[in-house]
């Protein structure tokens, strides 16, 4: 991924615990980060992880049509973009405003504060990221080992990037921020998305659901031949993993468009999706897909009681089959390494 870095500055939050008290201190730069080499690596390096986290929610800026305060950094955000205010001090700012919250949430969290300014393609982007540390060793010039601080970017769990061309271009968009929906918690996440000012509004994981269903749907409703309902179903999954990767939403258009050349019918997709679904579930004409939901569209897989089971759907009727009446699933033909792992328990020679 090529990116081309306008403008980049970290601060600092510190542990000041003392005998009687814990709290949170705040370090900030005093100048944005030069275009170095280095730079450029790290912002790659949490891109890419940013990019594949699988669950992520899709936001946009409280109006004065929600319940809700949007606090401050949203008029931080206009005033820096509109050059009433420099990156520093705008950047400072929103580091302050992120103190606040930090102990208004009672979250005592060492780590260092992110704002990135970047071009990616044609768009402008800001990420905001909250990076954790962790002790690392480093040889020192004299060749002694020392402790070290290290930047620990593999486990980022609150950042967000928000498409700054976007927000300007169509500002009632409802997805133009996107950030990480991981396993810090709920009271964590909430109080980053109090910080941005930002509320949830696209459900990603249950419009890619929805699409899942449809495209079964639609190949029932259309009669598809089994091997040609697979080759569509991973036709569907191709497009909408691409668009994942990119970092681009799903276009309903564009998947009914691709679609057309390999589904003999005179209905599209989106004319059976507008048609054929009651107006609460209708898929909206873009939204981000859920990578995991995803997989429902070319796998088969589930667990329980101590069995986890998951094979491509093209195997169904073929090496795996399924009695609905018993409930039973008969595999021909097992995975080498759980082949070898059954011969040494059975003690059967390879």
Not at 197 to 223: F, H, I
Not at 269 to 274: I, L, V
Not at 284 to 298: M, Q
């Amino acid at each position: 991924m090529q990116l081309q870095v306008s403008d980049s500055i970290i601060h600092q939050f510190y542990s000041s615990a003392t005998a009687t008290s814990k709290g949170i201190g705040l370090r900030l730069a005093a100048e944005p980060h030069a275009a170095t080499e280095q730079l450029v690596t790290l912002l790659t390096e949490l891109t890419d992880v940013y990019n594949a986290k699988p669950a992520k929610g899709y936001a946009s800026f409280i109006g004065a049509e929600d319940d809700g305060d949007a606090g401050e950094f949203p008029e931080l955000l206009q005033q820096w973009q509109s050059q009433q205010m420099s990156f520093l001090d705008y950047s400072q700012a929103a580091a302050r405003l992120l103190h606040q919250q930090l102990e208004k949430h009672g979250i005592l969290e060492e780590g260092f504060l992110l704002l990135a300014h970047y071009q990616h393609m044609t768009n402008d982007f800001l990420t905001v990221g909250f990076l954790p540390s962790k002790d690392g060793v480093t040889i020192g010039p004299d060749l002694a080992v020392d402790k070290s601080s290290q930047l620990d970017i593999s486990r980022v769990q609150l950042a967000a990037r928000i498409d700054l061309t976007e927000l300007k271009l169509d500002p009632d968009s409802r997805s133009y921020i996107s950030f990480i929906k991981g396993r810090a918690g709920r009271k964590v996440s909430d109080f980053f998305l109090d910080f941005l000012g930002c509320s949830e509004r696209v459900n990603a994981k249950a419009q890619t659901q929805q699409l899942v269903d449809q495209v079964q749907a639609y190949a029932q409703v259309e009669a598809l031949p089994n091997e040609a309902a697979v080759a569509m179903r991973k036709q569907v999954y191709d497009y909408c993993d691409e668009q994942w990767q990119q970092g681009e939403q799903v276009r309903v258009k564009d998947l009914s468009e691709q679609l057309r050349g390999s589904v003999p019918s005179e209905r599209s997709f989106a004319d059976f999706s507008r048609e054929q679904t009651p107006e609460e579930m209708r898929l909206h004409d873009e939204f981000p897909a859920d990578k995991s939901t995803l997989r429902k569209l070319v796998k088969f897989s589930g667990q329980g009681g101590g069995l986890s089971v998951g094979f491509d759907q093209g195997m169904l009727g073929e090496r795996v089959k399924y009695d609905p009446a018993t409930d039973t699933l008969t595999v021909h033909g097992t995975p080498p390494n759980l082949r070898d792992q059954l011969r040494r328990f059975f003690g059967i020679d390879s």
